[in-house]
């Protein structure tokens, strides 16, 4: 035990005191503590005792601590402060540019407890509403986060995707003339990716002399069938060297689940040992092409025997942009500017679906409001046709599972997406009864975000999916896939069943900023791996095809 693990012990008990405001003046003397413990020349361990209060920097209370330290291996205060924080509380402590007065900002007024929630909010512009944080704040709290996060090691599919094609342009060009090809979860379109993997052509002597070269890569681990890379961000690279005559083989089994693979090697092959296409290898096992993101279950193998091959939604299939936000609420951008760029993205209509009133750390639309905002709209449709934008509102589902407004101010919306945002944390009963109660209002037109998830950061609240899904067709309400890239909930998984008792699902970006509405892809993409076709995708259906599907449900 050295001084260096005693001072972090006082420091980060005088930060939770300021987290939790306590004592002012204890708590800077515990910091003091920390620096001068850091400065001593002796070491506390080996002093006696009764000396380490006269020791610099070392009063009577502080030295009690420490004794108490060395004697059990803990400061029984921090114990206690530790048991009451939550753990996401204390890691917000590594994320530079927030101190600990910030930390209870966030903890006590916004009601964030995780970094994955904090990174969310400030996506969604909450951070700079609060006093004592602005645009600068929030803008650095987010690049600090995305730094942190980088070296969990863990990432999330759109954060992966920011550096695969850096890692491409970097590989063909250490392998000129040589087969390169990104693989494993990534090239699924899994929503969290583990590490980049890459199959290259060569052998593994050859690669990894090559990339020994590099300063930016470190070589972590190797065997006869890999290399493992680190870079100084912290991302993990792990190259596959294959042969030239085994490359198509190896690419489809490191593109593929461990039990598709196994799956498909019992597939009755007569063709040659190393086949020159992907189509070639699966015309010897009598398959058409299986995509990517369909390696997962090995049911699918039977699926695509049987010639039952669904056209799956693209991003070209896409016609409106449902569930988007404007600074009427909590998005960046104008109404009017949204709309432009839907337009120019080719879209048929928008979805305005700002925050409701009960949702003020979002500056949630009064009823005042929504009347202004309802004739702002209809000034825009007139000055913007044929492009429609809709009147929408995200209602948040109250704890008692009651929509956010009464009747006669919901019925003025063209659509109301439902959603809970607030006392997530529910046991599954409690939360099935909000859901299912906002699932039969009948102004609810979608449920959003099922369960509240953000990937890597918060998990949902336990639901019974299916008795959602049924309740969902029961009451013609349409599910969303939140495409924002934290969140892709409902989670893909949960589709096949809402598609077989006819539930429509909608990829909707919920989008703050004009650059969220892009955010539409991450949708598309896992939506790809639980078959959706666009036929089944409400945000597929044209401007003709959603008003009257908005005039039936009504």
Known sequence: ?????????????????????????????????????????????????????SLNGIGISTAQKI????????????????????????????????GPKKINTIWKEMEIETVGELLYACKENRLKLYKGFGEKTQQNVIHSIEFYNKNRGRYLYAQAAQVVTEFEIFLSSAFPNKKIEITGKFKRQMEIVDQIEFIVEGSSIEIENKLSESESLLLIDKNDSHLQFSTPAGIHLMIYPVEKSLFISRSIQLSSSEDFWNELLKSNANGTASPDSTNQFFAERSLPLIPEFFREDP????TYRDRLLPD???????????????????????????????????????????????????QGLSVEKIIAQHEY???????????????????????????????????????????????????????????????????????GHMTGRLLLSRPGYPVDHKKIIDACAANNVVIELNAHPSRLDIDWRQIKYALEKNVLISINPDAHTLEGLKDIQYGVLVAQKAMLTKEKNLSSFSLIEMINHLEHKK
Request: glycine residues 4%; hydrophobic residues 45%; proline residues 2%.
């Open 1 to 53: 035990m050295d001084n260096y693990q005693i001072a972090d012990s006082f420091s980060l008990l005088s930060k939770l005191m300021d987290i939790h405001g306590e004592n002012s003046f204890k708590a800077k003397s515990f910091a003091s503590a920390s620096f001068a413990i850091e400065k001593l020349s002796v070491k506390l361990i080996d002093t006696p005792s009764d000396k380490i209060a």
């Open 67 to 98: 004794i108490e330290f060395l004697q059990t291996g803990k400061i029984f205060l921090l114990e206690e402060m530790i048991s009451k924080t939550p753990s996401g509380i204390i890691e917000m402590l590594n994320i530079k540019g927030i």
């Open 299 to 302: 049911e699918i193998i039977s």
């Open 312 to 362: 799956c939604v693209n991003v070209a299939d896409i016609k409106g942009i449902i569930h988007s936000h404007s600074n009427w609420s909590d998005g960046n951008n104008t109404i009017e500017e949204m709309a432009l760029a839907c337009m120019e993205m080719g879209m048929e209509y928008l979805v305005i679906s700002d925050h409701s009133k009960s949702a003020f750390y979002a």
């Open 377 to 447: 709209i209809d000034s825009l449709n007139k000055k913007l046709a044929p492009f429609r934008i809709f009147k929408s509102i995200e209602s948040d589902i109250l704890f008692d599972g009651s929509l956010d407004y009464e009747d006669d101010v919901l019925k003025k919306f063209d659509l109301v997406i439902a959603s809970v945002h607030s006392n997530l944390k529910m046991n599954e009963e409690k939360a099935m009864m909000r859901l299912i109660k906002a699932i039969e209002n009948p102004f609810t037109t979608i449920l």
